[in-house]
């Protein structure tokens, strides 16, 4: 990634921390949104583990799998959970104890919290309530699984899970089937033969797919094809593990190459009148048949010589 950063300035960035200390002038405490590794403990970062011991408060997805981060590192902050079945309430009750001048660090199970998380939610109290919110960055699913994709990687979507609604899964795909981004989706194992068999049915079989399976993790492994083959290799191999798909977008040429084509369909003297109907004169509706048509208009121009007027 080109961040158009060359050096680090070091006074800048303890000013900043001692800015965003436990504490902040103002009385009032501070969230911290804090990235935990997506399956390699190495993948923290010094920050994270600083944040994490500093804070007066850990906010954990499921405490059963962050006690076992935490005792790792030797983290003994105080910790409560935060998940999705509470998050609402919950989270009144994080920012109070923010606006009491606390600081609370935001941790999900594996990865950054907030994306496809109950995290949204807090942060958007907090945010309401005056309370300052900082990122400390780190592992991403979908960020990882996009750069070893091998797919565009300049513009791109994130889906998540899709819909378990039968009606809005549809739709959502029927969005999808006219993206042009490199497109994220997550995917568990038990649903990710029937979601790559929508995807060939909606998308188109010859699409390319990277299914990128235990990211960090000692077995990982991406499995770059298009979707019929992801299809029929998933359907002789058992699907274990979690998945992250990364899917091309459609080609912009192919649209407008399917566009021109659809309109040479259309007899060139109808074409025509489809312009000169709507007032606009003979000039200046060649000029617009020649682009639906992708040709020269002056091809255009020699073809309607004998049309009448």
């Not at 190495?42 to 994270?48: A, G, H, M, P």
């Not at 490199?182 to 990277?210: K, S």
């Not at 080609?251 to 084509?261: C, F, S």
């Amino acid at each position: 990634m080109e961040d158009n950063i060359t050096d680090i300035d070091y006074d800048s960035v303890q000013a900043l921390e001692e800015f965003n200390g436990s504490h902040n002038n103002s009385g009032v405490g501070q969230l911290y949104l804090c990235a935990t590794p997506i399956g390699n403990l190495e993948d923290i970062t010094f920050r994270v583990l600083r944040i994490l011991k500093e804070v007066d408060i850990i906010a954990a997805e499921d405490t059963r799998n962050s006690i076992k981060l935490l005792n790792h590192f030797e983290i003994n902050t105080p910790m409560t959970s935060y998940h999705e079945y509470n998050k609402v309430d919950k989270a009144k009750v994080l920012v109070d104890k923010m606006l009491a001048g606390q600081t609370v660090a935001l941790i999900t199970d594996a990865g950054t919290p907030g994306i496809s998380d109950p995290g949204e939610e807090l942060v958007r109290q907090a945010v309401q309530a005056g309370i300052n919110v900082t990122s400390v960055p780190g592992p991403a699913a979908c960020i990882n699984a996009l750069i070893i994709s091998g797919l565009p990687t300049r513009r791109f979507v994130f889906e998540a899970f899709l819909p378990s609604d039968k009606k809005e899964r549809a739709a959502v795909l029927e969005e999808l089937s006219h993206e042009t981004r490199t497109m994220i989706i997550y995917e568990a194992p038990h649903r990710l033969c029937r979601t790559l068999a929508e995807l060939a049915e909606i998308l188109g079989g010859d699409r390319q797919i990277a299914v990128c399976k235990e990211l960090t993790k000692r077995h990982e492994t991406v499995y770059r094809s298009d979707i019929k083959g992801a299809v029929d290799y998933y359907n002789a191999n058992e699907p274990r593990g979690e998945y992250v798909l990364v899917i091309a977008g459609l080609n912009r040429e192919d649209i407008i190459r399917d566009k021109q084509d659809a309109w040479k369909e259309m007899p060139l003297e109808e074409h025509l009148k489809h312009y000169e109907s709507q007032g606009i004169e003979r000039r200046e509706a060649i000029k617009l048949v020649a682009k639906d048509r992708g040709v020269p208009k002056r091809e255009i121009y020699n073809m309607t010589l004998n049309f009448p007027k």
